[in-house]
Nanobody
Framework: VQLQASGGGLVQAGGSLRLSCAAS????????MSWFRQAPGKEREFVAGISWGGSGSMTDYADSMKGRHTISRDDAKNTVYLQMNSLKPEDTAVYYC???????????????????WGQGTQVTVSS
């Protein structure tokens, strides 16, 4: 399985970005997909996640992301998206997508349980 993250860039505070994570080598319709981020000198942290389950998918967001970001998935395209709005300078980080196989309708916030990781995409928010 390979995960390809894209969509990062430089944006002013208050702006928006849409990250994409395209999977190849496996259909991820039965797997949980999440986004994490890592800023320089900090640990990797959970941003948002979505379980499998079509219209019945469960989602979870870190508290600082609720109301600003939206995670979604298009299983026909084997792709997960993270729409990020009202971006702040503290959102600056490398964003990684991750897949947890056969996870059921559950999203974990722990980095240790994910099976595959994308290469990361840089998001920089200027003040």
């Amino acid at each position: 399985v390979q995960l390809q993250a894209s969509g990062g860039g430089l944006v002013q505070a208050g702006g928006s970005l849409r990250l994409s994570c395209a999977a190849s080598g496996r259909t991820l319709s039965n797997d949980a997909m999440s986004w994490f981020r890592q800023a320089p000198g900090k640990e990797r942290e959970f941003v948002a996640g979505i379980s499998w389950g079509g219209s019945g998918s469960m989602t979870d967001y870190a508290d600082s992301m609720k109301g600003r970001h939206t995670i979604s998935r298009d299983d026909a395209k084997n792709t997960v998206y993270l729409q990020m709005n009202s971006l702040k300078p503290e959102d600056t980080a490398v964003y990684y997508c991750a897949a947890r196989l056969y996870s059921g309708r559950y999203v974990s916030r722990s980095t240790t349980v994910y099976d595959y990781w994308g290469q990361g995409t840089q998001v920089t928010v200027s003040s």
